[in-house]
């Protein structure tokens, strides 16, 4: 059914409290689609319709919620619902919803769950927000060696319903040390009698709980895996990570690398108020204010710059007004250079394709390259020279369109690469910050041209 025939369904499931209208929509929707459609409601309604959904239903679609509604619907909630939602909810969710909860919140909250709820949310709530340990899940199963492919078959099946995947299922031994890993479909192929130790991979690819997130992303991509374990300092396995936490860290990733190269990255608490942007319809207009305005801030004193490069050429300038056609053309051409060199090096330093030992190789192909954009550039823009102001001033733009398109090119390459040899992020070269850089810069190539070659005193 389409987005508009569900919300009637939805509805009338409300009013009615049809649990057979629920089960037939829960038949024929998938949970992201049910998500999209509570856009269109209010939370009032939205409580109601999970309160009628069946419990294993309910939790599932409850971790599709973006946070902001999480936290809503759970105003609404009891003391033995919200009991009822953590025990199904799938442990890394359940340890990211606590993780966004007030302190009040959560001292309401903890003391309902069982010994072993407790203990596994503080442990997944204890990793700092950036690594591998904060993003994995505690619902996997585990073999042991001396196991045979007949017994695991058996036990895996038992508790197949209350764990994350069987796909792939980690060997340990009486320490919980990682020894291998064995695939469900080598399982089933075994002889029956066939020791799990004789046919498991051994020295499986393993993350550390300590590790970034971003990290996690390239091994997954790397090796072309579904899950892989998660152990800590002593090789004791704590948890997985799934494919699919994979593609959610990797697209917030992106989008944190994009609003930073964009100027309006603010970081803040997990509790906090501004933080990366995934929703710009909830965002507040406090939020957006915050975002942005502290990049915007910086830059505006950074084009002093531009503007005392242009009062110390204004001699230049009055004696040829025609160079002022020029001045905006040639120095955006500067920045959005540098613009494309910083996005394209951005990006290659995230996924690993250069690393910082490559900069000298990369500064002779850029260099290589930003010439022939600044050549081509230049040729474009000399006939209008010419018919602005004659050869001279024709001289003068390509000149200068050359020179600011290299200089603009270097330094939106080499940006990136200076804020990772000092452990920043180098997402953080932004392009308002490199267009200012290079503009300023630009200013001062243009008119230091214009003067040499049309003899004009120096100022």
């Known amino acids: 059914m389409n987005k508009k025939e569900l919300i009637s369904s939805i509805h009338n499931v409300i009013e009615t409290r ?46 599709y919620l973006d946070e902001r509604m999480q936290l809503i619907i759970l105003d609404f909630m009891d003391r033995t619902m919200i009991k009822e939602l953590f025990e199904k909810m799938p442990s890394d969710e359940r340890a990211d ?55 695991s078959i058996s036990y895996l099946r038992k ?13 340990i031994n009486e320490n919980r040390e990682l020894l291998g890993s064995v695939s469900l479909k080598s399982i089933i192929m075994a002889e029956p009698d066939s020791l799990i130790e004789d046919f498991m991979r051994k020295n499986p690819i393993s993350l550390k709980a300590s590790d970034p997130v971003e990290f996690c992303v390239k091994v997954i991509q790397d090796y072309d895996l579904l899950i892989a374990p998660v152990v800590d300092e002593n090789n004791i396995l704590v948890g997985i990570i799934t494919y699919d936490d994979v593609i959610d860290v990797a697209i917030e990733e992106a989008e944190e690398d994009f609003q930073k190269m964009s100027g309006t990255s603010v970081e803040v608490s997990k509790h906090g108020n501004v933080g990366f942007l995934t929703n710009i319809k909830e965002a507040t207009i406090s939020t957006l204010y915050k975002k942005r305005v502290f990049w915007l801030v910086i830059l505006v004193f950074g084009n002093i710059f531009s503007g005392a490069g242009i009062a110390y050429f204004e001699d230049t300038i009055s004696a040829y007004i025609a160079l002022v056609f020029f001045l905006p053309l040639l120095v955006d051409s500067g920045g959005n250079a540098g613009s494309q ?119």
């Open 159 to 171: 508790i197949a319903g209350d764990i994350e995947t069987i796909y792939e299922t980690f060997v």
């Open 341 to 459: 060199s910083a996005t394209l090096m951005v990006r290659a330093l995230a996924t690993g394709d250069v690393k910082l030992k490559d900069w000298a190789g990369m500064l002779g192909k850029e260099l290589v390259v930003a010439s022939l954009l600044g050549f081509t550039m230049a040729l474009a823009v000399s006939f209008i020279g010419i018919y602005r102001g004659g050869y001279d001033i024709a001289l003068i733009v390509s000149l200068t369109m050359v020179l600011v398109v290299i200089v603009g090119s270097i330094i939106g390459m080499s940006l990136p690469f200076l804020l990772s040899k000092f452990k920043l992020d180098p997402a953080s070269a932004s392009a308002p910050l490199i267009t200012s850089i290079a503009d300023a810069i630009g200013v001062v190539i243009f008119f230091s041209i214009a003067t040499a070659i049309l003899d004009l005193p120096t100022p």
């Open 18 to 63: 049809s649990k057979k209208e629920i089960v037939k929509i829960l038949h024929h929707t998938y949970p992201v689609d049910l998500k999209e459609a509570f856009e269109e409601l209010k939370p009032q309604e939205i409580f109601t319709f999970i309160s009628l959904m069946p419990l294993k239903n309910s939790s599932e679609l409850f971790g």
């Open 97 to 151: 919803l606590f993780n966004i909860m007030t302190e009040t919140l959560q001292d309401r909250i903890l003391p309902i769950l069982t010994k072993a709820e407790q203990e596994d949310i503080i442990k997944l709530s204890s990793y700092e927000e950036n690594v591998i340990g904060s993003i994995m899940t505690s619902n996997y199963a585990t073999l042991k060696a001396n196991m045979n492919a007949l017994e």
